[in-house]
Every structure is written in structure tokens, then in C-alpha cells.
């Protein structure tokens, strides 16, 4: 998820790491850094290394977004989200995305109660509140956009009468990045949907060993407890709006947005819900590094896992060996950088 410039170190202080829950309140305020540590602790007893991805997803939940995992299988994408789930007491559903996947088998539909005489509605599993969508790419069109609505509007709609989803609501989906037979590529509207896309990728030489080492006796996944709580997701959403964002980086951020889409390489650029994206995520950046005002390295850092997914190249660019990655790095390069003044 790494841009162009070095991430604040986020490591956890050794007194944190048995704070009790109330210890990250301050007053009526949470500490969002130390409530933010203690989940990725406890994911981090799952997933050996991949600190930076666990962090986006944590920045992605208090931003009300979805995330995009793109890896290859075996790297632990299912695991990390089952882990993120237990880690904040919250429902867990898995749906597995296959080309005869119908939209009705994940949004629910309505049946005849004998009883009732009437129609019921039997919720699929989209109605959880941590959802997987393993395989994103497998299922046809008109199932994966079966997911905007739900993405977007956090309900379904299902014989013409909407169901609210449940909050916190949010989306991970997997896709393989180089097994293309037999999928359907996710369309521009989708993808613009995704808050982050982000790689795992694969582990060291000694996290693989740690990975042995951890599942020698079981599985680490049985003896994870939650660590925060529906109630404090809720209430550390609702801090992010105290984080300062100066006008000139709202200004930056608006730059780079443009900027994308005047580049020659480039045939779409990015849209204003980009624009909103990065505001959004520089803004939870800036709280779990312990600060209530961003600053233009917390743009920086978002700006590839938040941008890139939503470019689209010329023919000839991609031909030339560029991606969408390279076009984020150039705008970082090319946007001036303004030099914040802070509060007052």
C-alpha cells in the first residue's frame, strides 16, 4: 500500500498491549492511534507480517469504504479478513463468487409463508456485516453489480422494498491478478466503488517460518477474542470529522485528482469520489498516527492504494510498460507539494 514516502512508525508501545478498553478513551474522546494498535495486535497474531495492509483495512472501516484485495491464492486474504472480523465482535459472512452465482443468492429474495400467507424475506448472506467476496472476477456482470447498491447505499433492494444493512457494513473482495480464464473483469463504476485496493504479497524468509512455526499445534484464528467493539467502530467514525484538513491540502488533493486527467497517458482519469477518497483516508491516516490535523506526507502515502485501481491507461501506455501504479508515483512528482501552516 506504500506510496512515495515513509509511514510514521505505528508500532505498538509495550505498555499498550494490555490496555484494558477503557484506556483508549480520553474523557468522551477515544484515542484512535491506541484503539487502532490494539486491533492490529490482534490481527498480527494471525497474520504473520503485513502490517501496512492490516492498517489500510482498519483506515478503510473508519472511513465507511470497501477494499479491493488483489493477490495471488495462498497468501492469507481470507484469513486477514476473518481475523479483522473476530478482532471487532463483528458478523462474519464469506461468499464465494462463481459464474452461476445468481444476484438473488447473495442479496436474499422473497418466499411464501404457508403459515402467514404472506411473502417473507430471507436475507442472503450480503446481510452481515464483514462480508468476503472471494473471487469477485468469477461471478457474471450482472452479480457483481449486484453489490452497488449495497456498496453504495448500505441497503438491498429485493421486490421493490429496500432492507438496511447493518452497521458497521463493509465489502472486501479478492480477485487474482493472473489467472484471467473464465472471469469477468470488474467494470470502471465497480471499481471507482472500492475506497483502497491492496496487495499482500508474499511473506519473508523468517515470517514464513513464523507462519510454520504458528501453525504447528492449530490454528491461531480458534483462541482470537475481540479486542474493540460494534459500539467503538461507531464512535471512532464519527471522530474522524475533528481531524483538520488545511486548505491548501484540499487544494493538493483536488491537483492530483486533475492532474490525472490530463495525463497523455492516461485515458480516464480519476473522479471527484477519488478526490473525496483520499481526503477521507489521509484524514484517518493522520488520526491513527496520534495527530488531529493531516499533513501532505499522509496524502502521499494513500495516494497509490486509493488512485491507481481507478486509472485507466492508453492501449500504447500499457504497451510502453506502464501501469496505473507508475501514473500515481509521476503525479506525486509532478503536483507541487504545499507546505502546511496548521491551526490558526
Known amino acids: ?48 507480517g503485513k502490517r501496512e495492509a492490516i492498517r489500510g483495512i482498519i483506515i478503510a472501516l473508519l472511513c465507511r469504504g ?44 422473497s418466499v411464501f409463508d404457508q403459515a402467514r400467507g404472506e411473502f417473507v424475506f430471507r436475507p442472503g448472506p450480503l446481510m452481515g456485516q464483514i462480508i468476503l467476496a472471494d473471487e469477485i472476477n468469477r461471478a457474471s456482470p450482472k452479480t457483481q453489480s449486484s453489490l452497488l447498491e449495497a456498496m453504495e447505499e448500505r441497503q438491498v433492494t429485493v421486490d421493490g422494498v429496500s432492507h438496511r444493512l447493518p452497521e458497521p457494513f463493509m465489502v472486501l473482495a479478492t480477485q487474482n491478478p493472473i489467472e484471467y480464464e473464465g472471469t ?27 507462519i510454520l512455526d504458528r501453525m504447528a499445534v492449530k490454528h491461531p484464528l480458534e483462541d482470537l477474542e475481540p479486542v474493540a467493539s460494534v459500539a467503538e467502530v461507531l464512535v471512532a467514525r464519527e471522530q474522524l470529522v475533528h481531524v483538520y484538513v488545511e486548505d491548501s491540502i484540499k487544494d493538493y488533493i483536488v491537483r492530483l485528482a486533475r492532474r490525472s486527467r490530463e495525463m497523455p497517458e492516461v485515458y480516464l482519469g480519476v473522479s471527484p469520489r477519488a478526490s473525496l477518497a483520499l481526503f477521507r483516508t489521509a484524514r484517518a491516516l493522520a488520526a491513527l498516527s496520534g495527530r488531529d490535523y493531516v499533513l501532505p506526507d ?47
Open 298 to 344: 499522509d496524502v502521499k502515502y494513500m495516494a497509490v492504494s486509493v488512485l491507481a485501481h481507478r486509472i485507466i491507461l492508453r492501449p500504447e501506455a500499457r504497451l510502453d510498460g506502464n501501469t496505473p501504479e507508475d501514473m500515481v508515483t509521476r503525479l506525486l512528482t509532478q503536483v507541487p507539494v504545499p507546505l502546511p501552516r496548521g491551526r490558526g
Open 184 to 210: 469477468f473483469p470488474l467494470p470502471e463504476a465497480q471499481l471507482d466503488r472500492f475506497l483502497l485496493r491492496i496487495r499482500l504479497g508474499y511473506p519473508s524468509q523468517s515470517e514464513e517460518v513464523a
Open 66 to 109: 470497501h477494499v479491493l484485495v488483489e493477490d495471488v491464492p495462498g497468501l492469507g486474504k481470507t484469513t486477514l479478513v476473518r481475523a479483522l472480523a473476530r478482532s471487532l465482535g463483528c458478523e462474519f459472512r464469506r461468499i464465494q463468487f462463481t459464474p452461476d452465482l445468481l444476484p438473488a443468492d447473495i442479496t436474499g429474495t
Open 1 to 48: 500500500m506504500r506510496g512515495t514516502v515513509d509511514h510514521p512508525d505505528l508500532s505498538p508501545d509495550p505498555g499498550d498491549r494490555d490496555t484494558p478498553t477503557a484506556a483508549v478513551y480520553h474523557g468522551d474522546a477515544m484515542d484512535l492511534a491506541v484503539w487502532a494498535r490494539r486491533i492490529e495486535d490482534n490481527v498480527a497474531r494471525v497474520i504473520v
